[in-house]
């Protein structure tokens, strides 16, 4: 992936919508990365994958619950709180 300081993307936006039809470009401002610049098709492509992520996640809670695996709110704290307490976390 290709990487532009943002004065650069600013001055030659246009340029970069092209560049960005073939590949993600990635932004800096002030030497550090900011942002990532890429084409409808690829974000539209990445929100699919994200939405059939949540999708799979929900459906795993559901099934977890129908299967009675689950554990009590203050049960799940008092682990967290143990962990912390031990230092593994």
Do not use: C
Request: aromatic fraction near 6%.
């Amino acid at each position: 992936m290709e990487t532009f300081n943002a004065t650069d993307v600013k001055r030659d936006f246009g340029e970069m919508l092209l560049k960005v039809q073939k590949a993600p470009v990635a932004i800096n401002k002030n030497g550090k990365p900011v942002a990532v610049m890429l084409s409808s098709s690829d974000y539209q492509y990445l929100e699919a994958l994200h939405n059939q992520w949540l999708k799979t996640e929900i459906q795993k809670g559901i099934d977890d619950i129908a299967a009675g695996n689950v554990i009590d709110g203050k049960a799940v704290f008092a682990a967290l709180r143990k962990q912390v307490e031990d230092g593994a976390i």
